[in-house]
């Protein structure tokens, strides 16, 4: 039961990867699958999950490189129905995310997951109307409820040192994506707690017991294929691919450790490429696990930058943080 919990717990923040930056302003909770997600819970048996990340976006990149340079990126004019390049010059965006996950095992092998990101804040900052007359202003960040992911998981092939699971299912437009910036306008879609679309996903996991209730490896990919929403803005598709490994060092203590990659194409509205949107980002993320109890745990991962790139020009996360804790009955 203990390896079970570790190693759904290890893949908390591999999927979460995908909370880094969308775009110019930062998104970076805009998930596509988060929690307990990822592994298989056994028969009759619920794993409740509720995490807190902490991401801070301030390092500029123009491609893959740093850049001292001024980042100017466009935003979107809903009311004139047009993208406005070079419209404010991004400074910082603090994302901060809590979430709620839930996983039961209907039998040993299909597991159903829901991800609830019930806190959503952006604080952001950024200088105003830079072709005309500029201001400083950190009023235009945002808060509120995401978007919950449903996902169910079968184990295609199952022995006592392989798994293979796969997976699908819907992110929900359930999150605000229309709210207000200090000007009364909408405010721009990476800046939202949702995205105002419904997207199908799909997911891949392999589980490798390389040394019996000692050494796990994993790999897993994960896909969102995204639609438009009712503003005819339409996130760019996104890939996750990770690996790892997870080691028991006693009874209590799991150290985890992952390379995450995620890769983004870029947003369009009305059939347009949108500037300054789509990355490359690839992270090591380790992380410990403390086993409390048989049924609960607690844990913590960093999030360090190994190589990023965006397109044009923008701001990238440096390193994030995430914990939480975990408990199943």
């Not at 009759?44 to 740093?66: A, N």
């Not at 923008?314 to 994030?320: A, W």
């Amino acid at each position: 039961m203990k390896i079970l919990m570790i190693l759904i717990i290890s893949m908390f923040f591999t999927l979460s990867v995908i909370s880094y930056a969308e775009a110019s302003c930062g998104s970076a909770n805009c998930n596509l699958i988060r929690g307990s997600q990822s592994g298989l819970s056994n028969k009759g048996r619920f794993v409740v999950d509720l995490s807190y990340r902490y991401i801070r976006q301030d390092d500029k990149k123009k491609g893959s490189h740093d850049f001292s340079g001024d980042v100017d990126v466009a935003t979107i004019d809903f009311i004139a129905g047009v993208i406005e390049p070079r419209h404010h010059r991004e400074l910082k965006t603090i994302n901060e995310l809590a979430q709620l996950d839930l996983s039961y095992g209907v039998t040993d092998r299909f597991t159903i997951s829901v991800n609830v990101p019930f806190m959503n804040n952006r604080r952001h900052e950024h200088i105003d109307d830079i072709g005309g007359a500029p201001f400083f202003t950190n009023q235009d960040g945002s808060s509120g409820f995401g978007d919950i992911t449903v996902i169910g998981k079968y184990a295609v092939w199952q022995t006592l040192k392989h798994q293979w699971i796969l997976g699908a299912g819907v992110k929900f437009a359930t999150g605000e994506f229309k709210l207000l910036n200090s000007e009364g306008k909408i405010n721009e879609p990476t800046i939202m707690p949702g995205t105002g679309s419904t997207d199908p996903v799909m997911s891949a996991m392999y589980n490798f017991s390389f040394i019996p209730n000692k050494l796990d490896l994993f790999v897993s990919a994960i896909h969102r294929f995204t639609t438009k929403n009712r503003l005819d803005y339409e996130f760019g598709d996104t890939t996750l691919l990770a690996g790892g490994a997870s080691y028991r060092l006693n009874e209590k203590i799991n150290l985890v450790t992952q390379i995450n990659t995620r890769i983004s194409r870029r947003d369009a509205y009305r059939g347009m490429d949108v500037p300054n949107t789509g990355v490359t980002f690839m992270n090591l993320t380790p992380g410990v696990v403390v086993m409390a109890s048989d049924s609960t745990s607690l844990y913590a991962h960093v999030q360090i930058p190994i190589y990023q790139r965006v397109n044009d020009v923008n701001l990238v996360p440096n390193i994030g943080i995430m914990m939480g804790i975990s408990y199943g009955f």
